[in-house]
């Protein structure tokens, strides 16, 4: 169970890193979205490694297919499913630390719950999982935007120590794409470039945090008590394997601030009701008010370290120690931004679907 | 919608603030489990404001009755229903900022999304409503207790600029509960506790941050991918009201760290096997691995200050200004406490149920 | 768990019938519908038991009272909660036969999944429970009527061996709600009163057929595939306790019929697609089509009989003889009508709200 | 939406019978069953058509292909999807009676829901779309009989006006399958068969009855109130395309029934609680009595028929005749045998993993 993420625009994933194939259905897309496999790959491709030094070398085409729920161009209301052939596939490097989880990693505790693991490329935790959302996303973005103008994006602003500089929504738009570690202020982008690639080097990996913006967000999104939308996205990003933190508007910086410092206060311009401030990053008692929405997200560093460490052999039941190989992402960060980007589409769709503002057809 | 949490064991709560009731039904609690209205009581009067000059002077007795579910002082498998009536409300501070929203609450939100909104005390989005989260936590810590062992508790850890030093669970357990602030390091507590009468003089509001652990939790909880441990901790933390970030283990402390420095390692001892750290919370790949759970909460300042504000006149929409009368908290965060263990609790549970660890009977 | 229905408007119930009370919230409602204690006391009152000879002569006033989600007459948005306390309890005919399941009653199949039961007046599985439904359903009977102009009727057609002769849906209007048995052929009305009372005489019990029919349903309600609105028909009408059989306009008849004989072929009026005839019962594909629902379904006769009859006494493990007392209704046919009609209203109301037709405002 | 079938143990399916591709994600099944595409095929075959004269002379092949959630042939408690890709596809007969829907078939309703479909070979509304339950259906037996030891078995036991005699469980195991009608009263078969040959002579169809037992079905099974074991069931049988009543027990028989000939009494054997009688289909308030469960479904004709008929065109508004050509069923009812057996194995499985009686692994 847990495969699956929405009430009402429903995306259902399967597939193991290094099984047959990685997939997606699509269920509760409105009926007469155009949708062709280009809207698809076009996202899934920013998500692909080896096109910079500072991710893996895996070459992984990732070529999607739609199999179902898109006649003559447009979607028809039904799953669509969507799926991905695993190629470059090397499974060696993984029969050596079979059965010796890795630190960090899911090995151990799928193996408590499930008395069985793939230990081939982190099996269904893998990372490689996360396109399938890639997948999804791409026709929650593109309804969006379609529908109410929203415009979803993400960018890295921190790598280990390295803080970029707060810039507009304007410059993330313009410059976040046009470097490998995804930072819009492009001065620091560089210096996160440098420390990626020294970790690398060092055979060690490094963290950071990504913030998702989302503009154009139509006002009422989220429902009272459980489902805040707020709530929503938390459980979103969470469930990104490698993030350990969110923090909606002024997140944890909250903790620090006097009500009279933060509030955000109300003003009417253009018949519209807009807040002098965004604090509450776009959100109010778990309902969307029509400014932008602010997300950050805590990413930890890549799990898979080329040093020695100590883990336990489940067959023998007895302390040793392992090395992993294999090609790792150094700084899993600039990969994760698309990811988050989809997660927050999800969401947003969802809640649009679950409002009535997106209906069964457009 | 929105007001149901969880899968299998479920809460679905109701009430406004000014209501006439706020109330709880909890489906999916097994049968067999003793219960009676003073297990429930007991975590509700840790909530209960007015015990301290640091929280509202609003006189809340939340007597809470059980309706259904219980026989004969044990559960039976049916769904336990809970009531407690609203009584000192005094609605009259509200009429005079009717359709005049108040900054950072979530009165525009809600008129945006239903034309419509209960502007006495909150109406839906009051504080209030938390009490239904901690009498139906109250059943899963009764519940979790008694099947696994697992002890939940929270402590406030800052307030303002002021920050607890880190105690060890004995001490969480020991101090947590004898000092109004909830903060387990007693010599912070008593400077958290000046600067709310300070902030609270000044007709101003703070945050802070609440941290919760678990102890004794059972391995092999949550689901991969979307249902992860983690993802709905998060979700259940981010929907009480005032929370604006979550975190686990290290949380956004990850963003700065190398893989060699954070990597828990795991090792065997009693032939079980631990880690030799707890960086990542208890929790890896989305499941819990049987180390301490560890998630921390960012709280906002309360909304509703004594300073003048600006806002907006729904009905004749215009600009204005506005002052909050009423009794309100100055800080929230040590009434978060006890409703922060209680959404812990209901993950866990609902989990345990999903995994199979808990069944339809005791 | 079991005890919600549906997905976007949600239905909660809880209570046992000699506990304190029964109660139901209601979730998805949307805000802006006028209601009112009056419009459930109404429907709740169609139900009732003791308003003739032929009912069980408890006297339950079952007097509703909503404790939330309503404000000066007309809903919020958020969860309409209900209650009714129980009165007029008498369980002392319960107390011989405590644990000793009475045959065709729950009591077994209850102890052997909880390891526990309420043997007083059925507890969670009595009839009692559906005056729940009856108040659930009467907001959504609401709603549909004043946002599709949506009728809902239910009437008896057969009590034992007596078929009422077909009418049509004015009679059925005008006539169900005039005689006791609620049969709208007046003439069988008369028969099978008749057939209840030497029924009753005798010690026994009698089944028999009740038909709802809906007319002004919006087109384009129910989904592919698992959710198709006939599905969910059939869920919630056999959800109903003595509820063993549903069909779907021509139903059983169908497997004696030629397609060439029930094809419902279309034409075009006033713009609008009809069908000649509806042996389809309004839907198609699992989703409706505009034409008028018609449902059917069987009623075992109530287990509760006078007569001497064999069970097992489940703290000895013997075989032992019960003779059950107490007040009961000779034929549950008629009062199941309304509970029918609140059940359909509840599909309707539901699939209205996932399709976006009702949003979360009116 | 819609396309997701249990809570626990979720089926979601996919694909239009002319698209890429039918398939099928099971998420619940737990880790350790043992489970290769032979397992599934068998299954698939017994559904595929052209196996006989009485059925559709279309070539499906319909090899599956199991694309994740199996490693080394145990499962991993991920999900298990599997694909059949769509061959012998002609959608040129769908070309002429594009946009003139055809009665009795879902066209019409899905344009109306959708505002568009897919017109060849009926789409998502296709009875191919059942190959899904079908393969779905054989982990859910396959787990349930390896658990349980549970049997479940359907026949046919009406086609039009010729009954079959009633047979015990045995006969139904022995006989079913051995005959193209899948009628386990031999005798019976053989006139169906004849019916059907002749029906399809004359360009028409027509419609039966189907039984579906159940033995070795734990107690305990089913929820109270709503999630009713037999509304379930219900609700999937209802959920096939063709079915438009279902009974359980004596069904619509129990109308016509005193309590006193239909009450199913107890006695010990064995220490175990069994019935005299099995009326009520081994289900009692909703929740299984280890009695064997006994459902029948009632299947209308095929809409498909060569003779002349009454419809519409969409895009020029007016009223048209078609006449349908193409390769159909003249009788569906052999062909739903698996189906309901599948749909039934689902329900079984999902109320088996709510309950707790099967975990996550194995």
Request: hydrophobic share 40%; proline share 4%; aromatic share 6%.
């Given at each position: 169970?847990?495969?699956?993420?929405?009430k009402m625009f429903r995306v259902t994933t399967f597939g193991e890193s290094h099984n047959?194939?990685?997939?997606?259905?699509?269920?509760?897309?409105?009926?007469?979205?155009?949708?062709?496999?280009?809207?698809?790959?076009?996202?899934?491709?920013?998500?692909?490694?080896?096109?910079?030094?500072?991710?893996?070398?895996?070459?992984?085409?990732?070529?999607?297919?739609?199999?179902?729920?898109?006649?003559?161009?447009?979607?028809?209301?039904?799953?669509?499913s969507m799926i991905v052939y695993n190629e470059d596939v090397n499974s060696k490097p993984?029969?050596?630390?079979?059965?010796?989880?890795?630190?960090?990693?899911?090995?151990?505790?799928?193996y408590l719950k499930f008395g069985i693991y793939d230990y081939r490329g982190g099996g269904?935790?893998?990372?490689?999982?996360?396109?399938?959302?890639?997948?999804?996303?791409?026709?929650?973005?593109?309804?969006?935007?379609?529908?109410?103008?929203?415009?979803?994006?993400?960018?890295?602003?921190?790598?280990?120590?390295?803080?970029?500089?707060?810039?507009?929504?304007?410059?993330?738009?313009?410059?976040?794409?046009?470097?490998?570690?995804?930072?819009?202020?492009?001065?620091?982008?560089?210096?996160?470039?440098?420390?990626?690639?020294?970790?690398?080097?060092?055979?060690?990996?490094?963290?950071?945090?990504?913030?998702?913006?989302?503009?154009?967000?139509?006002?009422?999104?989220?429902?009272?008590?459980?489902?805040?939308?707020?709530?929503?996205?938390?459980?979103?990003?969470?469930?990104?394997?490698?993030?350990?933190?969110?923090?909606?508007?002024?997140?944890?910086?909250?903790?620090?601030?006097?009500?009279?410092?933060?509030?955000?206060?109300?003003?009417?311009?253009?018949?519209?009701?807009?807040?002098?401030?965004?604090?509450?990053?776009?959100?109010?008692?778990?309902?969307?008010?029509?400014?932008?929405?602010?997300?950050?997200?805590?990413?930890?560093?890549?799990?898979?370290?080329?040093?020695?460490?100590?883990?336990?052999?489940?067959?023998?039941?007895?302390?040793?120690?392992?090395?992993?190989?294999?090609?790792?992402?150094?700084?899993?960060?600039?990969?994760?931004?698309?990811?988050?980007?989809?997660?927050?589409?999800?969401?947003?769709?969802?809640?649009?679907?679950?409002?009535?503002?997106?209906?069964?057809?457009?």
């Amino acid at each position: 169970m847990g495969n699956t993420f929405g009430k009402m625009f429903r995306v259902t994933t399967f597939g193991e890193s290094h099984n047959l194939a990685i997939g997606v259905i699509v269920d509760g897309c409105p009926a007469g979205l155009r949708l062709c496999e280009a809207d698809i790959q076009k996202e899934l491709d920013r998500r692909k490694p080896a096109q910079s030094s500072i991710t893996t070398q895996r070459k992984e085409k990732d070529r999607v297919r739609i199999l179902s729920g898109v006649f003559n161009g447009v979607t028809l209301g039904t799953p669509i499913s969507m799926i991905v052939y695993n190629e470059d596939v090397n499974s060696k490097p993984y029969e050596e630390i079979k059965f010796k989880p890795r630190p960090n990693h899911a090995d151990l505790s799928y193996y408590l719950k499930f008395g069985i693991y793939d230990y081939r490329g982190g099996g269904r935790a893998s990372g490689r999982e996360t396109l399938a959302r890639v997948a999804a996303g791409a026709i929650a973005k593109k309804l969006l935007k379609e529908r109410f103008g929203t415009i979803i994006v993400g960018h890295t602003i921190k790598i280990g120590k390295i803080s970029a500089k707060k810039v507009n929504f304007e410059e993330i738009v313009k410059n976040a794409e046009r470097n490998p570690v995804r930072c819009a202020d492009l001065e620091s982008a560089k210096l996160m470039e440098e420390e990626i690639l020294k970790v690398k080097r060092e055979g060690d990996s490094i963290g950071g945090i990504v913030e998702i913006v989302a503009v154009n967000v139509p006002a009422g999104l989220g429902e009272p008590v459980f489902d805040k939308l707020d709530a929503d996205i938390a459980k979103a990003m969470m469930s990104i394997g490698a993030v350990k933190g969110v923090e909606i508007g002024l997140g944890f910086e909250f903790s620090e601030k006097r009500g009279s410092e933060i509030n955000d206060e109300f003003y009417i311009e253009n018949n519209s009701i807009k807040t002098y401030t965004n604090n509450s990053g776009g959100i109010l008692g778990g309902i969307s008010n029509g400014m932008p929405i602010v997300v950050r997200i805590a990413v930890k560093p890549t799990p898979s370290i080329a040093k020695e460490q100590r883990t336990v052999d489940l067959l023998r039941g007895k302390n040793v120690k392992i090395k992993i190989t294999g090609r790792h992402d150094p700084c899993i960060v600039p990969r994760i931004v698309p990811v988050a980007e989809a997660m927050l589409a999800l969401v947003l769709a969802d809640h649009a679907r679950r409002s009535g503002l997106i209906k069964d057809k457009l």
